[in-house]
């Protein structure tokens, strides 16, 4: 067993105002994301100008921020915050949903593609290969906050977190920002060296991603107030298997072009 590193979730306190690290990761996001974005826009080819770029990244954080938000309180706890309405609001306690986070982003490149008058599936493939680091940082963040552990285990690396009970428990959330963050950038980042049909890259990130967290859904500890859902499948594998649907007939689309 692995001790867990007990690290503050608030990284500065300065009077009433709190820097916490879960927030830290969405300007990291930002700040690393940026060049990420020029560099696969000229990768594309992409008739963009910094100052677009630069406008479409804000689209796609503010895509994050509140669709994550609004598909958390939808599809996980709808009735706790209906009874808690200013709970909505504390995005810095954790909370956010990658499914309502990824809707939100598709909304967001959709009206970002035609105010710009580049192919939606074009900006989406964009976004496909710049996602992964902000997935990475952001299962960083749930690490730190202690939140999305794992479901009990015995193997050597298991750690016990706290507000988890006594039982050692699989550190689900690195598991996440290996799979989904680092290997999936990867993947998506070799792939995108050389010039791909529309599509064809946002199809291998939803199909990437949906196989990651189905598989890690299987030792990550479901949420308590939903359970195993039918099928014995849980809400984050329900939420997936529309996604490898779509990226697989994204990729199809796609070669056919």
């Avoid at 074009?122 to 952001?138: C, E, K, R, S, Y």
């Amino acid at each position: 067993m692995i001790a867990y590193p007990h690290i503050d979730p608030v990284l500065v306190q300065i009077g009433p105002v709190a820097i916490r690290w879960y927030g830290l990761m969405y300007t990291l996001t930002f700040l690393l994301g940026w060049p990420l974005l020029k560099a696969q826009a000229r990768r594309q080819a992409l008739p963009l100008e910094p100052e677009r770029l630069a406008d479409l990244l804000m689209y796609a954080l503010l895509g994050v921020i509140l669709g994550g938000r609004l598909g958390y309180i939808f599809f996980y706890q709808f009735e706790y915050y209906l009874a808690n309405p200013l709970a909505m609001l504390r995005v810095w306690e954790g909370g956010m949903s990658f499914h309502g986070g990824l809707l939100g982003v598709l909304l967001a490149g959709f009206l970002f593609a035609r105010q710009s008058g580049v192919p939606f599936l074009a900006i989406g493939d964009l976004l496909a290969v710049v996602t992964p680091m902000g997935l990475f940082l952001g299962r960083i963040g749930n690490f730190i906050n202690g939140e999305l552990w794992g479901r009990p285990t015995d193997l050597p690396w298991a750690m016990v977190f706290p507000g988890a009970g006594s039982l050692p428990r699989h550190p689900s959330q690195l598991y996440e920002a290996v799979l989904e963050g680092v290997l999936l950038f990867v993947l998506l980042w070799v792939l995108g060296r050389r010039p791909r049909a529309p599509g064809f890259l946002g199809g291998v990130f939803l199909m990437g991603y949906g196989l990651c967290r189905l598989l890690v859904e299987l030792v990550r500890e479901p949420d308590a107030h939903l359970g195993i859902l039918s099928l014995g499948l849980t809400m984050g594998q329900w939420l997936s298997l529309p996604m490898l649907l779509l990226g697989a007939a994204l990729i199809s689309h796609s070669r056919k072009s």
